[in-house]
């Protein structure tokens, strides 16, 4: 490498991806494929999973078994599956792409949108032999749900299918049904053979038909963060910082992270729930004050009047205010081991702020297999429905739609701590 | 970069700054795990962004083995005092006092003794219910699988089986009496990452780093370092050899790499072009899971 590739590689954009599936699609093969191929993974680490243990090299994903590298734990390795998330890096020259590779098996499927919440991009894994799979509906919905850029079917296996174009069609325009019934109309499917390599990094021979990008260079052409710089400014108070020392006798920095949008030195700011208004006097970071801040940047605030503002206050400007509202009506993927049922009482903890909820009602249970919205007086674990909760306190918010910060929430159960439910307002 | 767009080093800062000051908003005691390595230093630099211009709002603690090298504690007496840190230390006292030692008692038991056991009290001694480590996710697959805020029960141990969702940048701070969390603010950071930012932030790291000749011998495929000569096995003779650290523990179990990389550029190099991993070098991990074994026993 020479000293200009360094230059890119500390100007590059962070890409957070997900890869979801149903059992056996091959996600394995996949990310180990990608790792051989962009050397995500060392030789050392490769070696020490190696199928035959006489043979000194790693040259091709055939002489690995490539499970036992993304399966971490000896739980998993004992099993044969996959329990819980595992995070892959690797970068190109482009752009770094850190991994979250979920476990495919429905019971795990509070693992997988664990991984899947942070990603701006999801691999979906499906089985060319196999078709669209109970899962493949379950985690697409589930992707859909937490509002995913990007989604990617890889059609895998395409070798056992004699890479046969009208089988891929096929799943294109299941996959194209099933995704337009919930709004999503931009879908990018590939063809692949993860074992063979043909269309995850370079093209190979066998799918000439294949006008399309491999999936590489595909996840490098994704845009990322489209837009979260030009919402309405949110700014979740996260601490006051007060350091009282004889040096900084009167400093009062509101320290957070811009969730959405921009600040300017000179921005007239109000603080949400009192509604006091001010002006920001200063940008402090440890880098010097700029004149402006953007999302999602880690700064501290200093305003020029002296306002009571505390954690869980937002700081947003005069003209683009967020909703205010006792009463929620959300999105929930119920991840807990006991039902979700009306009248339970659970932590609701939205950025920086944690009320006590209680569910008034269950509107909708969705059908993931035709989408349709059925009554439920419970919702299972991993079950996906419409709640209605009513808080203690009147929770500042936007639709999950416009902004995924102050749009998402997490349910804790109070009994065991546990977090039970992902919330997305509407 | 256009004007709105962070650059994937500035983005983890960021992430790593937000997790930070999570902590410090919602536990009553928490706690830094210093190690004196490069991973370390790089966790101190984010806490101090973190609480800009206050200083830290909690202590550091080095859980020592007495086995580290002389410079690493030079480097961390002077680099604590220059930033105004408080430093707590720690170590088995019992276990030393009984000379525990990886030749004689095998690498699992004393790292079992110094490291885990001197942790385990130390956190217990102190009443922390928060502590942070520079732990990576892409150092070793069992780490690979941890969150942010991984969950202790009341003996230190982690359930790997049974984790905590983590969803979006929300973390889940509730705990129970005598339960505690582990942060780890660096999941998301590579090897490589972490060496980009030293250099473009400059800064300080043991200058066990960079490479110079110093004292070694040939242990296999390892490469262990000779300043000292009681954890020496039987017939193993030094000689001197052009090398540096690509990471730091103690000095019997930590191995050096054939290196001329003397500044942090050829360091960057390095690394790019290393096609083994870093914790090779550490005695710690070579068998079936046995990092994973000791997380959960307690070791970060």
Known sequence: MTALNFKITEEIELLRLVTVGSVDDGKSTLIGRLLIETKGAFEDQLLAVRKKKNKSDVTSADDIDLAMLTDGLSAEREQGITIDVAYRYFATPKRKFIMADCPGHEQYTRNMVTGASTANAAIILIDARHGVMPQTRRHTHILSLLGIEHLIVAVNKMDLVDYNENTFQTIRKDMQAYCAKQGINDLLCIPMSALAGDMVVIRGQQMPWYEGETLLASLELLSVMGGVDKAPFRFPVQLVNRPQTPALPDYRGFMGTVASGTVKVGDTIVALPSGKQSKVKEIVTFD?????????????????????????????????????????????????????????????????????????????????????KEPSDALAMNEIGEIELKLQQPLQYDSYADNHVTGSFILIDTFTNNTVGAGMIQ | MSDHRLTQLKALEAESIHIMREVVAEFRNPVMLYSVGKDSSVMLHLARKAFYP?????????????????????????????????????????????????????????????????????????????????????????????????MRDEFGQWDPKNQRPELWSIYNGCIHEGESVRVFPLSNWTEMDIWLYIREQEIPIVPLYYAKERSIVKRGNLLIPAMNTEHLHEGEVAAPMMCRFRTLGCIPCTGAVDSSAADMDEIVAEAAAAKRSERETRIIDHGSNSMEDKKKEGYF
């Open chain 1, 288 to 372: 010097g004050s700029p004149d402006e801040a953007f999302a999602p940047q880690s700064i501290s605030l200093i305003l020029e009047d002296n306002i009571d503002i505390s954690r869980g206050n937002t700081l947003v400007h005069p003209h683009q205010l967020p909703k205010q509202d006792k009463v929620l009506t959300a999105n929930i993927c119920w991840i807990g081991d006991d039902a979700l049922k009306v009248r339970n009482k659970y932590l609701l903890k939205q950025t920086t702020t944690t009320v006590k909820a209680i569910v008034t009602a269950i509107v909708s249970k969705t059908n993931i297999h035709t989408l349709a």
């Open chain 2, 54 to 150: 206050a200083t830290l709002p909690f202590p550091l603690l080095h859980v020592d083995t007495g086995y580290k090298f002389k410079e690493m504690y030079a480097f961390r007496d002077a680099y604590v005092k220059e930033v105004g840190a408080e430093l707590i230390v720690r170590r088995n006292e019992d276990a030393i006092a009984k000379g525990m030692n990886p030749k004689d008692f095998g690498v699992a038991r004393c790292c079992g003794a110094l490291k885990t056991q001197a942790l385990l009290d130390a956190l217990e001694e102190g009443g922390y219910d928060a502590a942070f480590g520079g732990a990576r996710r892409d150092e070793e697959r069992s780490r690979a699988k941890e969150r942010m805020f991984s």
